[in-house]
């Protein structure tokens, strides 16, 4: 049979609890660069088009196949992907017996990896598939000389050179520790030596286990061909076993996305303090400052700035916007040549059109900003719709939660929202309408027209000095007030108030009016209103 053309199965060792990572989560779960573990190898594995692969599940077997079937419906891979149950972990040779009746009658070569090896490429698989037919083997693996070997199963080397096997770091003799030649655990067997070997292994080691690692030396004790290939780049077949593994993975990984995109016409101000994680896209000519966290399915256009100390995840940003320093987004929008921050947070549902300025302290959520309009200052724009060229003013806050559910607000074109209102929703201001400053908006604003609702300024005059001379009277003290003003008389003046431009005051009064509910809005004609 012509050994390059036969079939390739690939099974994929994710059944274990991962018990050095100290976790709930199974291990194959966790990420770098925001990627779980397993994922990166299932994708090595696809870029090799087999016929079918089998991951292997057990501890959190739901969730681990979860996981992989979103990926692969959002890669929108046609390769089979088998999920056989290894119920009890006992060993990674085990594992591979959990799989062998997804291959029952395949002939061809399997290729056997470990969720826990990340970094993998398929370049490196396809070498060591190519190297196994080649030498026509029963079984292949790669090899790599690790500087610290500490961890990894050693190869032990007859006095010719040719492999003897495999030993678990625990089954080494004394003398055998110094063996700086580690099996990173890639194999590719032929489907005909490996599911009858797999039969024979023994749990007879210091783990109690079913080493898969045992079939190596069978091979060998069977006469059979046994092939190696070092590996090139020794980095790319770490396995991770401890969180420090990760964050050393993390590191590399991060090294590497930051440089592939300064090739591709990015700055990095701090490139030591940029998190990348592998889904994200930058566009060229757009600068990052330090501290910047670009995550999941992040797009940044071109020519974009982000000053620093930002985190953004699944945000979309078009070209030319400026993110200044301290900006938090997660699930949004954002259209060509906006400004955002100092200080901002975008929540999930937040698009923002182009030429829109969000401010300091301002938080969106499910908010439609039109073109050009801008929320400069200290603002909550909840479950709202905001048209064009539009003006929230300081302080305006959507009052969208009433207690039992959320309500809409909805914002026209050309729109003046002074300074701290609040529009409790469900409301509407129409195209070209004025709020006042200070306005609690509960009815609808129809276009052209001014709402308002504000309690009358009254200014008191000579309030403060009557107010020491009590406090002062009280205490026995003379007062810090000064004789010319004591003896003026006690006036109470009604200044109108501004907005309505009507000269009404209300009657003079000494005490001050305590007020318990905001006048309603008042409402005025577009054509009638004064400003
Ligand atoms: C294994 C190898 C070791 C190699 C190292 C490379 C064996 C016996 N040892 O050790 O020679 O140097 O990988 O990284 O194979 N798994 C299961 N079911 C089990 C046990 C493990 O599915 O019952 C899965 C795990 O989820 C993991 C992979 O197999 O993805 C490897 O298991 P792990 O416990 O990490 O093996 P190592 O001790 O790293
Ligand atoms: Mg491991």
Known sequence: MDRAASPLGVIILAAGRGTRMRSERAKVLHTVAGKPFVLSVLDAAL??????????VGHEAEKV???CAVHLAGCGAETPVFYPVQREQHGTGDAVRAAAPVFEGFVGDLLVLYGDVPALTPATLADLVA??????AA?????ATFEDPSGYGRIRRRADGGIAGVVEERDLAP????IAEVNPGIYCASAHFLLPALARLRADNAQREYYLTDVVGMAVADGLPVATLPVANVREVAGINSRKEMASMEELARRVLVEHWMQAGVTFRDPTTAYLEDGVTIGADSEIGPNVQLLGRTTIGRGCRIDGTAFLRDATIGDRVHLRLGVAMTDCRVGDDVVIGPFAHLRPGSELAAGVRVGNFVETKNARLGAGTKANHLTYLGDVEVGDHANIGAGTITCNYDGFAKHRTVIGNRVQIGSDTQLVAPVTVADDAYVAAGTTVTRDVPAGHLALSRVPQRTVAGWVERRRAKASAKSGQAGPVRPTETAAPAKVAAVPPRASGRAKAPPAKRKTV??????PARVKGGRRGKR
């Open 175 to 178: 003398a055998e520790r110094g």
């Open 47 to 56: 870029a090799l088009h087999p016929e079918r692969i089998a991951v292997v």
């Open 131 to 136: 190297h196994h037919r080649r030498a026509a």
């Open 65 to 67: 196949k979860g996981v």
């Open 139 to 143: 079984v292949s693996l790669l090899t």
């Open 514 to 519: 305590r007020l318990t509910a905001r006048p």
